[in-house]
């Protein structure tokens, strides 16, 4: 059993759940502020209320935590998914977006790695 989840999962990392207080900013012309919900050294998950519009395919994202001066600005990232948590809301529906890191750079990724050991609730 444990052989055949490790094989159908895609992710090549492994994924920690975001702790409370954490927050991603996608960049853009209508900028997009969610709850961070869980991250990898890859990419990561975020919940936004948002209408039936997509995100754009590239983007530039900040990553905050309340309450502490932790911040990641600038990380480039593709877009994964977006997509609309349910679809019997009306265009104020919660949606989730995942994103994939592209191109980091060194000081994003030791920001990045601090975040997972310091600021997050376990791994999934």
């Keep these: 059993m444990y052989a055949h989840r490790a094989s159908s999962e895609r992710r090549q990392e492994p994924?920690?759940?975001s702790c409370e207080g954490a927050f991603a900013v996608?960049?853009?012309?209508?900028?997009?502020?969610?709850?961070?919900?869980?991250?990898s050294r890859r990419g990561l998950a975020f919940q936004?209320?948002?209408g039936k519009e997509c995100l754009q395919a590239t983007?530039?994202?900040?990553?905050?935590l309340v309450g502490?001066?932790?911040?990641l600005k600038r990380v480039p990232a593709r877009t994964q998914s977006d997509i609309q948590l349910d679809p019997s809301c009306a265009?104020?529906?919660?949606?989730?977006?995942?994103?994939?890191?592209i191109g980091l750079a060194p000081d994003q990724s030791a920001?990045?790695?601090?975040?997972?050991?310091?600021?997050?609730?376990?791994?999934?």
């Excluded at 983007?59 to 905050?64: A, H, M, Q, R, S």
């Excluded at 502490?68 to 911040?71: D, E, G, L």
């Excluded at 600021?119 to 999934?124: I, M, P």
């Design 15 to 17: 994924r920690y759940k």
């Design 91 to 101: 265009d104020a529906a919660m949606r989730r977006c995942s994103v994939e890191f």
């Design 68 to 71: 502490s001066a932790f911040q």
């Design 26 to 39: 996608l960049q853009g012309q209508a900028p997009k502020l969610g709850r961070l919900v869980d991250l």
């Design 111 to 124: 920001a990045l790695e601090e975040l997972i050991r310091h600021h997050t609730c376990g791994e999934l």
């Design 59 to 64: 983007n530039i994202l900040d990553i905050f």
């Design 48 to 50: 936004y209320v948002g």
